[in-house]
């Protein structure tokens, strides 16, 4: 990484508030170019509060963008740090509305040329792309990093159908936490404690709202892009990693969009910007990238980048199965048009006969987290394990390697006993020592396999095909390897098992996988480099050193008498950062899955969190702790929630919330 301390702009950042029309005012930070002449501005736009949580990262990107000419704005959503306002669900309209009031806001400003661009990654990335498809004027161009376009399928809540057990609770564990922080009496005075107290009576569990809409219904459909691309007339950069869960949207966006007006990249990355560094690698000088777009949309330079190859993308070599990885060996390569002509599906008939697939509830241990972000334990193991507990077809590599980009899709000609079922396939890479490498999955709630939008009961006994599809990847098999495609009918702690499963017979008789196979040799004249990762200079944020062991990022018990399995997750958010402004900030959390071999009832998932922000110049002491549980039984799904606030020793608020929610697709 190299940092840059010399810009063609001095540049200076100030904190404002941006006022909207009901009158709540919007905490800002912009950085501006010093500069007579008005420039554009670029907006990164989420809830994750930009006086400390998002901070070291901000310092990272947003005065490398001033520095280069032009205003760089991080604004808090309503609701959040130090912005005024209730929070509201993820994503709602008003969320949307505001941020339309944001972009022509800072349109209007004297030091703004009237062009605006957004970017993010996640939360923003998605937040650029709902803000694109409501058209404000001045919106002229977007750069979305990880993000999705359909929030039922391709993002934290669901998969296939299916409830993401690994997923969705998880994650609403997690806002519940971060919605109940304060505001910073640093930046908000003493009003301060008002306004978390007004916040905090406003608080609900997000999961009761997300497990009560279990099909892709209007809820869903109001936040996804995916609902109507035309609506979308800013110019796009969609940014994705082959170990990041929401990379399908990327190939959905090139493939949707106009193409004189959008370019797609995915690399080997984890669910993190390309140029942090954060395992796997190689990272890549994004900043530089991202600036050839705005240069070109929002300065009308010339700057190539729409000479691109419609999407450039990392297609990894062979290589053993590891739970992370510093950089992976493969190459660039890019393709005109998505489909692109260079790739053509090739099937691979199943055979055999009929096989009774009915795997443990505890089949999934080894796939990893579902939203790597570079840690030691992000990446699936070894899948020999998984393997064992699957139906599992080979097809050998012979003379020349296989390599395919895009996604997979497996058909399967199932006989389920029960009405309802899941069925996961996994595409491995297996080579001649037997190690097998996850190259990709998908799922499929039997339920769904007539479309997300209704959940239908299979007749038990009779026999249907049906139509798994992989997430998108890029991969190359090599000769004397094997591809192992392996189906199963539990995945846990990814896929929350359906009431009742009990497997289903396979028939390899019209069963297929069908893989998207592309000439290596295409797309030579594409020459793909990046420049090295660059970055302006670091916040200064530092960590003190502790004695204390830190825990395993993944750790598998199992209880041999009870036949129960049980999956620790530390999502590595933890440990105490010192800001140089003197906020003491402190995170620990872990995640907990618990399931029985041949019980898909005992289900459970367990989400503790403890936050202290402490300014020990203004004796500000606060501590937020919040335990969140997800359990089930026959026909509904069980959920328990406690919050717990406190300034200083005095606990300021403590509520409990207890429901059942009827399952109806999961």
């Not at 996994?426 to 479309?451: E, Q, Y």
């Not at 480099?529 to 598998?556: A, I, K, N, Y």
């Not at 020990?616 to 919050?643: H, K, M, N, Q, Y």
Request: some cysteine; aromatic content about 10%.
């Amino acid at each position: 990484m190299r940092i840059r301390t010399d810009f063609p702009y001095e540049t200076a950042h100030e904190d404002v508030r941006i006022p909207l029309k009901d009158g709540t005012r919007l905490y800002a930070r912009i950085w501006r170019p010093l500069t007579g002449e008005p420039v554009p501005a670029l907006l990164e736009y989420v809830p994750y509060r930009l006086t400390d949580w998002t901070a070291p990262r901000d310092y990272q990107r947003h005065p490398w963008y001033a520095g280069h000419g032009y205003a760089s704005v991080r604004v808090d959503v309503r609701g959040h740090g130090n912005s005024e306002g209730l929070p509201g669900d993820a994503y709602d309209a008003t969320e949307a509305a505001d941020g339309v009031e944001v972009i022509n806001w800072l349109a209007g400003q004297p030091w703004c040329t009237g062009r605006v661009g957004m970017f993010g990654i996640s939360w923003g990335g998605t937040d650029a792309l709902r803000i694109a498809a409501l058209a404000p004027e001045p919106l002229k161009a977007i750069v979305t990093v990880c993000s999705t376009d359909d929030r039922y399928d391709n993002d934290a809540h669901y998969m296939g159908g299916s409830v993401l057990a690994g997923g969705m609770p998880a994650w609403a564990a997690t806002l519940l936490a971060f919605t109940a922080r304060p505001p910073d009496p640093l930046h908000v005075g003493d009003a301060w404690r008002e306004q978390w107290l007004d916040r905090l009576e406003a608080l609900s569990p997000f999961i009761h709202t997300w497990l009560a809409h279990q099909i892709r219904d209007d809820y869903w459909k109001q936040s996804s892009v995916r609902e109507n691309y035309a609506a979308v007339d800013a110019a796009v950069l969609a940014v994705g990693g082959w170990h990041d869960p929401y990379r399908d949207t990327v190939l959905r966006l090139v493939e949707q969009l106009p193409p004189d007006r959008v370019r797609g990249l995915i690399g080997p990355w984890p669910h993190e910007y390309p140029d942090r560094g954060r395992p796997p690698g190689p990272a890549i000088g994004f900043l530089q990238e991202t600036l050839r777009w705005w240069d070109h949309w929002l300065k009308n330079r010339d700057t190539g980048v729409m000479a691109e190859p419609l999407l450039r993308s990392w297609i990894s070599e062979s290589h053993r199965p590891a739970t992370v990885y510093r950089e992976l060996p493969g190459r660039w390569v890019g393709d005109p048009a998505w489909p692109s002509p260079h790739i053509a599906s090739v099937p691979y008939a199943l055979t055999g006969e009929p096989v009774i697939v009915d795997s443990p509830q505890h089949t999934g241990l080894d796939a990893g987290r579902f939203l790597p972000t570079g840690n030691d334990a992000d990446l699936p193991p070894d899948q020999r394990d998984e393997d064992a507990r699957s139906a599992c077809f080979e097809f050998p590599v012979t003379d020349e390697p296989v390599e395919i980009l895009g996604r997979p899709r497996v058909t399967l000609r199932l006989r389920p006993d029960v009405p309802y079922g899941q069925a996961i396939a996994r595409l491995c890479d297996v080579a001649p020592d037997g190690s097998s490498t996850l190259v990709t999955r998908g799922v499929l709630s039997l339920s769904a396999r007539h479309g997300r939008e209704r959940a239908n009961a299979w007749q038990p006994g009779t026999t249907e095909d049906v139509t798994v599809e992989l997430n998108a990847i890029g991969h190359t098999f090599p000769p004397g390897h094997r591809i192992r495609l392996a189906v199963s009918s539990a995945y846990w702690p990814w896929i929350w098992p359906h009431s009742g499963s009990a497997g289903f017979t396979l028939d390899p008789a019209g069963s297929r996988l069908e893989l998207p196979v592309r000439d290596p040799g295409a797309g030579a004249e594409y020459k793909i480099v990046f420049e090295e990762p660059e970055q302006s200079e670091p916040l200064g944020v530092s960590s003190p050193v502790t004695l204390d062991e830190p825990r395993p990022g993944r750790l598998v018990t199992r209880d041999v008498a009870k036949g129960e399995w049980r999956v620790e997750t530390d999502p590595r958010h933890g440990a105490t950062l010192v800001h140089p402004d003197g906020l003491e900030y402190t995170e620990d959390t872990l995640e907990t899955y618990t399931i029985r071999e041949r019980d898909p009832h005992s289900a459970h998932t367990r989400s503790t969190w403890t936050i202290r922000l402490h300014r020990p110049e203004l004796a500000w002491d606060v501590t937020i702790e919040t335990r969140s549980e997800v359990g089930c039984d026959a026909a509904d799904f069980i959920t328990r929630d406690e919050v717990v606030c406190r300034d200083g020793r005095e606990i300021v608020f403590h509520r409990t919330w207890e429901r059942r929610i009827p399952r109806m697709a999961g």
